[in-house]
Every structure is written in structure tokens, then in C-alpha cells.
């Protein structure tokens, strides 16, 4: 049998994600790291009540990580077309006031929902769903809002927050390269969420600039072994930022 | 109110870079904590930490060099240096946790006099962003706020008590403002030098929290 999960496109990648899906979106913020072709071909497939796992609510009125000022495709898109329910992030709105997101105006409005989460909490989180450990204790954000009304203990001599796993239906990530067998690699700071996210979705569909027969790849640098991934879509424009101003791609 | 001219934020950058010791794995914030890495005093060497997963993050990149793979945690695009590493999210915020940094420079909208630190929500706006902040609040050795004295209105950031969301309790070691340096003690926040031109008593007058002032409070050096 060969194997291959590389898939022809964007669209037919996302076509069984269903309304009330829960998704976790790779990104830190800006571009980077980003899967912009998954997230427009989400928009094309309309799916409503949608959960999104990502660090951002999606920073769609300013310009963060991308080069001139302009604005980059992200999950925002999604929070304004109306297709989501609830964002589970540590950075939801913008850093300053004035310029609100698409989400900040719909939680003022009680139309979506947050569940804040410091970073670090978040991807430990995230790994932990990987990697099958159901809860684990923090000192982060003990004694703070984010610990009201979890199981909070003592150890080692300080305050730890009990925290849950989080797992999802799909995870949509942006690596560098793939090899057909679903072996990624990524670049520079853009690993952020999307190797534990890699981990933690029943079906994982990996965004790429470019896919590689194996062997290409040197294992030695493999961060996401094949494994965790179901799919692959090669970017039709590779290395572009996609951004709004231009539309699906430029 | 004294309307004596107060330190700009590049001079209480310089004075937190005199703090970080040669060898050090630090953390800076966005706002002022950014600016300390220009400042630190020649002959150190200094390893900063991103969360966005970068370890020795060196000079960020010329206009039209700019590599979106290639970001700190405020979004700024860094140039590729030598013994840079990368790493990915859960990595990064375990080096905060588990304890692997040494220094983080934060800004804040309060600090109290036990060492609480109040900086990611404005109650007024009913919305704000975590992100790192819990976290190095948490876990890094030693946590030094930079941030102006005062906020827009005149009121003391340096309280009593928190009245904003806590970012973390009891985790400030010293707080450097455009008008003091103040170390979290036992005995409370005690003041350790005035900026320029400032005595004890009209520092103390513009702020909330009791300061324990020594015999002997030297002006800020650089």
C-alpha cells in the first residue's frame, strides 16, 4: 500500500468539518505559523457554532507579525462572517482599545463566548490532550481570576490550579514541509501552537509550502512525526502572505 | 501636584538594564520592558527568551528583510543570530514555568506594596489579554516591573491593594518607575532611590502604598 495524505486542495480537506465543530488554529498572532488556506476554505464552507482553540481570537484590525501594515487572513474572518460560538485563547482582542477585532465587538454584544487562558496554560493544555494526561497542576494563575472555581492544591509549597486537557475535532496547522507520509517541518517561530496542536485533534490537516517524497526530509529534524497527521494540502501560493485587503490569495 | 519632570521611559529602561546580571536568560514585556535591552551595560551578555519560541533573540530585522517565521511575542520581526534556537509553545512557556528564567521585566497598570501584579485588564475595558503574563509571573526567578509612576488621570499605580485583576500574588521584586526604585520587602515597599530632583516625602505623596523610607535615599544612577 502507498501512502499518501496529501490531499488535493483546501476545500475538499475541510469538507467534513461540521457545524458545532470544535478546532484548534495553529498561529502566535501574526502570519506566521498560520494556516490561512484552511481558514478561508472554512469560510467558503459556511460551518457555524464552531469552538476555536488558538492563542488569539484572531487580531483582525491590526497589522501583528506581517510585514508593511497590512492585513493578514486569520480566524477573524470566521468570528466576523458569524461562524463562531466560542474562542478559548490567551490574547482575544487587540492590545489597543481602539482598535477593537471582529471579536471583541461580538462579546460586547453576548454573541460569542471566551474561555481566557494564560499561553502557557493553553498549550500545556493542548499537549496534554496529545499526549493522553487528562489534567495536570500549574502555579500559573493561582490566586487570580483564571483559578475561581478550579481545584486549587498545594504542592511543593506553593498554590497549583488544577487544569484540564483540551482536545479537538479537527486541528488546521501550518508547517514548512511535508513528506507524503505526513512528516512535518516547520520554520523559525512558526512551531508556536502548532506542534502540540499536531498532537491533540482527531483529524489534523497540515498547511504547507511544499510536500517531499520521503527521504527528503531528515528525520533528525522531523518536530511532528506522520502519525499525528491525517491530511496534507500544499499551498497554491506558496510563501505569500494571504491578506485581506487582496482578498482569498495574492 | 509637583509637577517636577519625571524620567522618560528609556531612562527607566536603563536603570532595570543595570539589574540583569551578565549571563542571564531574561524575558521582556512589551512598552517599556522592550526598550531595556538597548541599555544593557557594555560587557554583558544577555540571552533573551521569547514566548513566541525564540531563545537568543539578537537586533530585529532592516525594513524589507522582515520574516514572518521570524517573530518575538509583540510581533516585531527578528534577524536570524548566531546561537539563536527555536522551540515551539509548550516548550517555551516550560522554561517559564519550570523555573529556567532568570529575569522577567514586565510592565504593570498596579503593583501593591505585598508584590501583587495587576497588568493584564483594564476593568473598564471588561476584556483582556493573558498571554504570557501569568505565566512568567509565576515562574521566573526574579520579576521586575518597569512602568511609569502614575497613570493618565494622576492616580498612584504603586497601591495598597490591587483593585485590578491580579496577574500574580506576591511575585514583584522591584518595581522601577519614572520617579523611584522600590523593593518589595517584608516590611513593605521600601524605597531605594528618588528620580532626580525628588525627595522621599513627594515621592511618597504621589503614591497609594506606604513607602518604608530609609535615612538615606540616593538619587537614581545610571
Known amino acids: 500500500m502507498t501512502v499518501s495524505k496529501v490531499w488535493p486542495s483546501a476545500r475538499e480537506a475541510v469538507a467534513d468539518v461540521f457545524d458545532g465543530a470544535v478546532i484548534m488554529m495553529d498561529g502566535f498572532g501574526g502570519p506566521g505559523g498560520m494556516a490561512q488556506e484552511l481558514i478561508l476554505a472554512l469560510r467558503e464552507r459556511g460551518v457555524r457554532d464552531l469552538t476555536i482553540i488558538s492563542n488569539t481570537a484572531g487580531l483582525d484590525s491590526v497589522s501583528f507579525g506581517t510585514p508593511g501594515g497590512s492585513l493578514p487572513v486569520n480566524h477573524g474572518i470566521l468570528v466576523a462572517n458569524g461562524q463562531v460560538r466560542k474562542v478559548i485563547a490567551s490574547f482575544p482582542v487587540s492590545a489597543s482599545p481602539s482598535r477593537p477585532t471582529s471579536f471583541e465587538l461580538l462579546y460586547r454584544e453576548g454573541k460569542v463566548e471566551l474561555e481566557l487562558v494564560p499561553q502557557g496554560t493553553l498549550a500545556e493544555r493542548i499537549r496534554a490532550g496529545g499526549a493522553g494526561v487528562a489534567a495536570f497542576y500549574t502555579p500559573t494563575g493561582a490566586g487570580t481570576l483564571v483559578a475561581e472555581g478550579k481545584e486549587v492544591r498545594v504542592l511543593d509549597g506553593r498554590e497549583h490550579v488544577l487544569e484540564t486537557a483540551l482536545k479537538a475535532d479537527f486541528a488546521c496547522i501550518r508547517a514548512w514541509k511535508a513528506d507524503r507520509l505526513g512528516n512535518l517541518v516547520y520554520r523559525g517561530s512558526s512551531r508556536n501552537f502548532n506542534v502540540p496542536m499536531a498532537t491533540a485533534a482527531r483529524v489534523v490537516i497540515a498547511e504547507v509550502d511544499e510536500v517531499v517524497e520521503p527521504g527528503e526530509l531528515d528525520p533528525e529534524v522531523i518536530l511532528t512525526p506522520g502519525l499525528y497527521v491525517k491530511r496534507v494540502v500544499v499551498r497554491r501560493h506558496p510563501g505569500k502572505i494571504y491578506t485581506r485587503e487582496q482578498g482569498a490569495a495574492s | 501636584m509637583t509637577t517636577k519632570p519625571r524620567l522618560e521611559r528609556e531612562v527607566i529602561a536603563m536603570r532595570v538594564a543595570r539589574e540583569l546580571p551578565d549571563g542571564a536568560y531574561v524575558n521582556l514585556g512589551i512598552g517599556i520592558p522592550t526598550l531595556v535591552s538597548n541599555y544593557v551595560p557594555e560587557g554583558r551578555v544577555v540571552i ?174 545610571l
Not at chain 2, 83 to 111: E, K, P, T
Request: with cysteine; proline share 5%; net charge negative.
Open chain 2, 48 to 221: 533573551y527568551h521569547s514566548e513566541s519560541g525564540v531563545l537568543n533573540c539578537g537586533p530585529l530585522a532592516e525594513e524589507g528583510e522582515e520574516d514572518i517565521d521570524l517573530i518575538n511575542a509583540g510581533g516585531q520581526f527578528l534577524k536570524k543570530a548566531p546561537g539563536m534556537s527555536f522551540f515551539h509553545s509548550a516548550d517555551a512557556f516550560g522554561m517559564i514555568r519550570g523555573g529556567h528564567i532568570d529575569v522577567a521585566v514586565l510592565g504593570a497598570l498596579q503593583v501593591s506594596e505585598q508584590g501583587d501584579l495587576a497588568n493584564w485588564m483594564l476593568p473598564s475595558r471588561g476584556i483582556g489579554n493573558i498571554g504570557g503574563a501569568m505565566d512568567l509571573a509565576a515562574g521566573a526567578k526574579r520579576i521586575i516591573v518597569a512602568m511609569e509612576h502614575t497613570d493618565r488621570d494622576g492616580k498612584s499605580k504603586v497601591v495598597r491593594r490591587c483593585t485590578y485583576p491580579l496577574t500574580g500574588r506576591r511575585c514583584v521584586d522591584l518595581v522601577v518607575t519614572d520617579l523611584a526604585v522600590l523593593k518589595v520587602t517584608p516590611a513593605g515597599l521600601e524605597l531605594r532611590e528618588v528620580a532626580p530632583g525628588w525627595t522621599p516625602a513627594e515621592v511618597q505623596a504621589q503614591t497609594e502604598a506606604t513607602l518604608v523610607i530609609p535615612r538615606d535615599v540616593p538619587e537614581i544612577a
